[in-house]
């Protein structure tokens, strides 16, 4: 009995062509003529780095547009609060009042007033740090409390406090308010001329100043304030809103798929909904600016979006039920 043994050799084409011209092989006559396939297949192609150029550039793009657009807004915000408004006379004898808002308490309807006095020309000694007699520092009905100076004695920084009126706080974060800051001094009794200085500290709110006719217009300055959520702290909330409404979304279609499709009690779906509903309170009290509830941002967002969400679970966890519990008569132990 004859034994063959055959040996399967595979090679390129390329390198079947040079070993047959080399005669170190002979193709079998039934193979003459045969091409063979390459060993890789065609059907997956390499990919490139150049294939991901069209999703990376977008992205590219739309950062940088974002961060040129958030220093623009931080620019304009910084702006503001380095603006001085000057106001009152120019007299060389004269009263300067440094007016800085610290803080704006809206619960209160208050804010907070630094206030630094210096005398100059003739009406100062040790170069405008204390008054050459009494100094009586007189404001508007708005701001609680006078302030008083003893004569030789060094002009401290007085902290005092504003009433704000209009407006209210449940109107966060589109809430507004008025109000008005006026000085006038007399110096051992009599009248001396008075320029303000005014300024804001608080990154929350946006003032606007502008000169109104004081009580006592031969010597007295007045300004006219309004106050308003800084642009910064209105998109912030904007932003709070529309991910609280996005989340009560996206719970909402994953309720729908287990209610209609029979899932049963998926417990790592009804855990993350859970924690859905108690992530958003705790995301909803760091808004700035401390708001009260029953506030604009809670009507328009938060409330219906903690509605939605517990509806949600309620319906999952009662249709899981439901579903667990046919199953269990269906198909018995």
Known sequence: MVRF???VLVATTGDQDALRRAGRIRAPSHLVGVTMAPTWDSRHPRRSGASILPVLLPIA?????AVAVGSWLQFTERQALDTVHTVGSQATDRVDVEA????????????ALRVRVTARGTLSEEEGTAPVADLSLQTSAQTLGDLEFKAHERLTTRDVRVAMTDGSISDY???TYETDIEFWAQLDGKPVPVRMLF??????????AKPTPSDQEAVGVALGLGLARSGSLLLFVLFMMAVMWALATSVLIGAWYLTTRGEGLVWA????MAATLFALSAFRNN????PP??????WFAFLWAETVIALCLIAVVITGVHTALQHDDTHPA
């Open 173 to 175: 974060p589109f809430d």
């Open 100 to 111: 800085n808002v610290q803080r704006v308490d809206a619960a209160a309807r208050e804010l």
């Open 293 to 298: 509830i029953g506030c604009v941002m809670d």
């Open 61 to 65: 793009v739309l950062i940088v547009v």
């Open 287 to 290: 808004a700035p600016g401390t």
């Open 5 to 7: 043994e055959t040996t």
């Open 269 to 272: 779906a009804l855990g993350w």
């Open 199 to 208: 300024s804001n500290d608080d990154a929350l709110f946006s003032i606007s």
